[in-house]
């Protein structure tokens, strides 16, 4: 089913390991978007990628790196993980004259 | 950054009931969109508005775009326990900015 991919679903890291959290869309979108969910705050904005080759800052980029690898693949590094990171992590993506975002189904990380 | 702000937070209702939620900003915005969020999944896109003053209903579901361009109403009418989950505004500015702003979500619960 077209859609926006994610991967892990689940992952358990212990503090200071380094893991990336991969996306895929196959819907031809220019942009893709990280979000964190986390309880009472809602989604908050990660990292985004207006376009092919182009990534930019959102809310709380901290203790995070993204790569937009080709139109199709955005990931989510995170270098050196804290507890502060357990969080759920959705990916999404829109088109040109769109103006809603499809979202992935999540990836449940905990740092312990 | 523009803030949305979206009440109530939570609400626990009885089968059969209507719901009403709404956001409000502290700015204009161009687009209104409603999302829903089932049990660990990531948000589907349900109602999406473009026009001050629009009304747009999608089953038992109705939104309305609020005149000021500043607030936005989600109505749910005859709930059933499948309308269980969390309930996300968000809203989009005008010219090139393409990325959405996130309400904190309305947690709805459906007592059968």
């Known amino acids: 089913n077209a859609g926006v991919t994610q991967t892990p679903k689940f992952q358990v890291l212990k503090t200071g390991q380094s893991m990336t959290l991969q996306c895929a869309q196959d819907?031809?979108?220019?942009?893709m978007y990280w979000y964190r969910q986390d309880p009472g705050m809602g989604l908050r904005l990660i990292y985004y990628s207006a376009s092919e080759g182009t990534t930019d800052k959102g809310e709380v980029p901290n203790g995070y790196n993204v790569s937009r690898l080709n139109k199709r693949e955005f990931s989510l590094r995170l270098e050196s993980a804290a507890p502060s990171q357990t969080s759920v992590y959705f990916c999404a993506s829109s088109g040109t004259g769109d103006y809603g975002y499809t979202f992935g189904s999540g990836t449940r990380l905990t740092v312990v | 950054g523009q803030q949305l702000n979206q009440s109530p937070q939570s609400m626990f209702i009885q089968e059969g009931e209507d719901v009403s939620m709404n956001c409000t900003s502290s700015?204009?915005?161009?687009?209104w969109l409603w999302y829903k969020q089932d049990p660990g999944e990531g948000p589907v896109l349900l109602i999406a508005l473009y026009k001050a003053g629009e009304l747009t209903s999608n089953g038992r579901l109705t939104a309305q775009f609020g005149i000021t361009r500043k607030d936005s109403f989600l109505n749910i009418s005859a709930s059933i326990p499948s309308d269980v989950g969390i309930y996300f505004c968000?809203?989009?500015?005008?010219?090139?900015?393409?990325?959405?702003?996130f309400g904190k979500g309305t947690l709805l619960t459906v007592n059968p």
């Open positions: 968000a809203g989009r500015g005008g010219g090139s900015n393409y990325k959405l702003t």
């Open positions: 700015s204009i915005f161009n687009t």
């Open positions: 819907m031809n979108h220019n942009s």
